[in-house]
């Protein structure tokens, strides 16, 4: 054990300098961020601004004017600004309108033809993802006697890949969607070198990431590359895509340059993941209107990273059941019975809650907010407990027991208790005494963050000595090899993702669909993060890449 007196800051230096290479990388990227957004560097620009407002009220007029256009026009124009990142700005315009197609068509008729799959699926696709209940019954047609899709669909690869981003929302029984995905990615993926562009892409892209499990920011940053390409654009919903994400692109990096000003003077040991952080919360809320919120999760989940430190490498078992006591009672008395590292660790938590709670009091009168708030992170440190004290006393749950609590110890159920916070009014107490007992959504959510990561991790984290990873626990208890551990682990994620679409299409939720998003939004920045390997703590490759394009550098217009 470290001594105390030598401080967090020194021992977070420490843990992330095992990797100069590493650190190095993380620290390029973040300087890099901060120097090209200076004050003076990325001022609003008036005139791009004046524009888009133009181009946004020639898009409200093109959604009125859908009402009167064919069922085809007006899908294609929402699942444009959809996948460009427009949107947000049109939510009202674009509910209404998909709230008339639905009132008089719950399920797309048609014939049957390959041209027709498309827009089935298109229809499906749309309807599910915005919480509305649409059969998949629909799909029926487009197959044979023995329930296979029909050869001849193989043949239009516009179809096939509009049935595979839809066949992603499928839930738990939906067999014909099963069957969707193997058909649609075998053809795909044997198609594929002879597509070609900017088709050809957007089949390599989708097959890696799915857009139901893909980040919005950077969905919308590589279409609107495919789409700028396709000889059917519509050159106003380009140019406002590329300005409207300039404009975003500013607005996050004048945000990130603040935030990492604030960490270097007030929580230095948090600083060497910010950029990670930020662009984990991105995924989450990207929508100016939520500016506020995403400030608070950054410093939030920054933290939480470092007391999971705390627990996992630096605390002894006395120390941590000292810690933990001081998060549950959550008093400044507390702090005079912590090491020194851990009371720097619990004031600048607290310092960050007292800081949003002003915030909030200021602006909204919910202070309630940040009692939920201190609640969601009490039940994070209550699983970190229990997981150190089974690598202390070298237990070895189940996999059941080991689910129960890494569920909570993934940070999700923590993270979606945080995500309603400050975001106004539609946040009640309901709401929050809702996501704080940990609804399904949000279990499925945290099942696919542990899951995830246990699979992409496992290996490295055994032989460093962790404690029994979801694979290791599945393994010995069910007396099977790692693959076969794994496989079964992946089912298990599968699921969870098939229970997220339910819940989101659920008619008799408790909640409206925006206080449910943020759980699918951040199970989709594990697929996005984890997808490929521990993109979180070894970010120089992959993750670099996919952060750049949507915080560094901006698009040519």
């Keep these: 054990m470290i001594s105390a007196a030598m401080g967090l800051g020194y021992l977070m230096w420490k843990q992330v300098s095992v990797s100069n290479a590493l650190l190095t990388n993380k620290i390029v990227v973040m300087r890099k961020i901060v120097e090209d957004v200076s004050p003076y560097k990325n001022k609003p620009n008036q005139k791009e601004e004046g524009r888009v407002k133009e181009l946004q009220d020639e898009v409200r007029g093109m959604l009125s004017d859908a009402r009167t256009e064919p069922l085809k026009e007006t899908l294609i124009l929402i699942d444009s600004l959809q996948r460009l990142g427009l949107s947000y700005d049109f939510e009202y315009e674009i509910e209404q309108a998909l709230q008339s197609i639905y009132s008089t068509q719950i399920n797309y008729g048609g014939g049957g033809g390959d041209d027709d799959l498309y827009m089935c699926a298109l229809y499906f696709r749309l309807f599910r993802q915005q919480g509305y209940h649409v059969s998949s019954d629909s799909f029926k047609k487009f197959t044979d006697e023995k329930g296979e899709f029909k050869s001849v669909l193989k043949e239009n690869a516009r179809a096939l890949l509009c049935l595979y981003e839809a066949s992603h929302l499928r839930v738990q029984g939906e067999d014909i969607l099963e069957e969707a995905l193997k058909f649609t990615s075998k053809h795909l993926r044997s198609m594929l070198a002879h597509l070609n562009s900017p088709l050809s892409e957007q089949v390599k892209h989708s097959l890696e990431v799915p857009l139901h499990k893909g980040m919005p920011r950077l969905e919308a940053r590589h279409y609107i590359n495919v789409y700028q390409a396709d000889l059917a654009r519509n050159s106003v919903l380009l140019e406002l895509a590329k300005l409207d994400f300039n404009l975003l692109q500013r607005l996050h990096q004048r945000e990130i340059s603040d935030i990492t000003r604030e960490i270097a003077t007030k929580l230095p040991f948090a600083r060497d993941r910010l950029v990670e952080c930020y662009f984990w919360i991105l995924g989450v809320y990207f929508e100016p209107k939520y500016s506020v919120v995403r400030s608070f999760m950054t410093k939030i989940i920054a933290l939480a990273s470092v007391i999971d430190d705390i627990y996992d490498v630096y605390g002894t078992l006395e120390e941590l059941q000292l810690f933990t006591d001081a998060i549950e009672r959550w008093e400044e008395a507390a702090i005079s019975d912590l090491p020194e590292y851990m009371q720097v660790c619990f004031e600048a938590l607290s310092e960050v809650m007292k800081e949003m709670e002003d915030k909030i009091t200021t602006h909204e009168g919910r202070s309630y907010h940040i009692y939920y708030a201190k609640e969601g992170m009490k039940g994070l440190v209550r699983a970190y407990f229990v997981e150190a004290n089974w690598f202390n006393t070298k237990y070895v749950p189940t996999f059941e027991e080991y689910l129960s609590i890494s569920v909570m110890s993934s940070g999700y159920p923590m993270l979606a208790v945080q995500s309603l916070v400050g975001i106004g009014k539609i946040a009640t107490k309901e709401a929050f005494d809702w996501v704080l007992n940990v609804p399904k959504i949000v279990e499925s959510c945290a099942l696919i963050a542990r899951l995830v990561d246990d699979i992409q991790t496992h290996k490295v984290e055994q032989e460093r000595g962790d404690a029994p990873s979801g694979v290791q626990c599945y393994m010995r208890e069910h007396g099977v090899s790692e693959e076969e551990a794994c496989g079964k682990i992946r089912e298990i994620v599968d699921i969870a993702w098939k229970d997220i679409n339910e819940e989101l299409q659920n008619p008799n939720r408790l909640l409206p669909l925006p206080l449910l998003l943020p759980a699918l939004n951040l199970s989709r920045m594990m697929e996005v993060i ?28």
């Design 530 to 557: 984890y997808g490929h390997g521990d993109g979180y703590t070894n970010s120089k490759g992959r993750t670099k890449d996919i952060i750049i394009p949507v915080l560094v550098n901006p698009i040519s217009m």
